[in-house]
């Protein structure tokens, strides 16, 4: 099976700076993650990922510094450059922002030097257990800068809480001409029934908005026991919902590897996909993902 994997992670614990990776015990949405205290560098990723004809991978920021967001492009750019150790993943790039930070457009410019930069994602629960709370979504500097990710040409990864997803379609609303990026299938919490109902009504009016997109990834962050069976209803809602040429297939490692193996992530899609048409899979495995990041291979020009 040939694969894109649209959202996976490195990190080098000596060479940058990951405060909830380097510092410990901070909060995180990452069940038991004390296992991924230890450096995941490509040549681990590209060992995880043998058993499949990897054509390209899409590296999401991992909360590196928030001090120097482009430090961590900056470094992957340079991972991606030594083609003999990485094969040239990643092969995109998706930064962190703060988009209420007074420096902002010299970050996104930062971001956007680098050739493999194609989107930013800035998580929008991140600090909503801070003393004070922050939503983003609630800050009108932040929402007056978010009109710089269509000006600097790039995607945005969304990520959220259940509980925000009205603001969150009225964020997508405003802004038709951006591509938003749904991670994680939204965050359903299966095992949360309230939470639940609210990702199936904010997955039924997102789906309802052309420019959104969704990657199925991070199962193992709301269920640590998940199977092909669990994620199943899932699956079916979201699927139906966005359709196939608006879904993407992605790994979520080395998170996921707190519960399931690379291999065995992507053997449960190749199942649950079985039946689709084959240009339906050629979008999910890897067509939809390099669309939505513009991404050009080897023997495209």
């Known amino acids: 099976m040939k694969i894109i994997d649209a959202h996976f992670h490195l990190w080098d614990l000596k060479e940058n700076y990951y405060p909830w990776l380097n510092d410990g015990n901070r909060s995180s949405v990452v069940p038991d993650y004390c296992s991924l205290r230890r450096n995941y560098l490509v040549t681990d990723f590209l060992l995880d990922s043998e058993d499949f004809e990897l054509l390209a991978a899409v590296h999401i920021q991992a909360e590196h510094d928030p001090s120097d967001h482009v430090r961590e492009t900056r470094w992957l750019q340079g991972v991606a450059d030594d083609v003999v150790r990485s094969g040239g993943v990643p092969q995109v790039i998706v930064g962190n922002v703060d988009l209420a930070a007074p420096d902002v457009r010299a970050v996104l410019e930062g971001h956007r030097a680098f050739r493999n930069t194609r989107g930013v994602r800035q998580a929008l629960h991140r600090r909503l257990d801070a003393s004070p709370a922050y939503d ?166």
């Open 136 to 301: 983003p979504l609630h800050d009108p500097g932040w929402q007056r800068n978010f009109r710089l990710i269509k000006e600097f040409d790039l995607t945005f990864d969304l990520q959220f809480f259940p509980e925000q997803g009205a603001d969150v379609v009225r964020l997508v609303r405003a802004h038709p001409d951006t591509q938003f990026i749904l991670t994680h299938v939204g965050k359903p919490y299966a095992n949360q029934a309230e939470r639940h109902a609210l990702w199936r009504k904010n997955m039924r009016k997102l789906s309802q908005l052309p420019n959104v997109a969704v990657k199925i990834s991070g199962f193992g962050m709301f269920d640590t026991a998940w199977t092909l069976d669990s994620i199943r209803p899932i699956l079916d809602y979201t699927v139906d919902l966005f359709g196939s040429g608006r879904c993407a297939l992605a790994s979520n490692y080395p998170v996921e590897s707190i519960v399931t193996p690379y291999r065995e992530v992507w053997q449960d899609y190749v199942r649950y996909f079985e039946d689709y048409s084959a240009d339906e899979v050629e979008g999910l495995f890897r067509g939809n993902t390099r669309r939505l990041y513009r991404l050009e291979l080897n023997g495209d020009m």
